[in-house]
């Protein structure tokens, strides 16, 4: 257990569908990552915070998905009208300037 | 902007050593290096921070030559444990974090 949960650990949905994920990171940890995983291949980047901000997003991020990280605290992944491409596991990563630890992941399924 | 790590995969006996490289084309802060085995998520192993220091954990360590954009983790006398897929993570100065493709490593007695 890294001290990083992830809420839920799985996820199954219908096409067109919108899903929530949450993270709660390390409390310390002021830097918070959204990655997405699929079979075979390492984690992608998704987005990045500092505390409340929201400082990079991945050009390969569609408008569909939006994530927050309201206080600084915990943070919130949003896909709207998701696809079946949009299966994978999605994983939040908490930092320090000299750690970064995973959580568990949420398995997401779009039938 | 995603690190190129090689081999892409690697199979030993226990007791060997083994090589894990990852080069990039951007100038890089930092290194981090993390092991996952399956189904479960990464697990971090250490973080290079630009000085070109080299760091150690029990028989894994690694080094970060920034001016050539590389890290290579080192894993001497491998145990079956070691197995896993194996990941370097690399940053620029603005934290932005790009995973490679990752090493299979498989330990076998």
């Known amino acids: 257990d890294t001290g990083v949960s992830q809420d839920p650990r799985h996820k199954i949905t219908k096409r067109g569908q919108n899903v929530t994920f949450r993270c709660d990171p390390i409390?310390?940890?002021?830097?918070l990552y959204w990655y997405r995983q699929t079979l075979g291949q390492g984690p992608e980047f998704l987005t990045y915070?500092?505390?409340?901000?929201?400082?990079?997003k991945s050009r390969l991020l569609s408008d569909r998905f939006s994530a927050e990280r309201p206080k600084g605290s915990f943070s919130t992944l949003e896909i709207q009208r998701t696809e079946q491409g949009d299966s994978a596991m999605y994983l939040c990563?908490?930092?320090?300037?000299?750690?970064?630890?995973f959580g568990p992941g949420t398995r997401l399924t779009v039938l | 902007q995603q690190p190129v790590q090689s081999p892409q995969a690697v199979i030993l006996r226990e007791g060997e050593d083994a090589v894990i490289n990852c080069s990039s084309s951007k100038a890089l802060y930092s290194v981090h290096w993390y092991r996952q085995k399956h189904g479960e998520a990464p697990v971090f192993l250490m973080i290079?921070?630009?000085?070109?220091e080299q760091k150690g954990h029990d028989k894994i360590s690694a080094s970060f030559n920034e001016k050539k954009q590389q890290s290579s983790l080192y894993l001497t006398a491998s145990q079956l444990s070691y197995s896993g897929t194996y990941f370097c993570?690399?940053?620029?100065?603005?934290?932005?974090?790009?995973f490679g493709a990752g090493t299979r490593l498989t330990v076998k007695p």
């Open positions: 409390s310390e940890h002021n830097r």
């Open positions: 993570g690399t940053a620029g100065n603005n934290n932005d974090m790009r």
């Open positions: 290079l921070l630009k000085g070109g």
């Open positions: 990563a908490s930092s320090s300037p000299n750690t970064q630890y």
């Open positions: 915070f500092q505390n409340e901000a929201q400082l990079e």
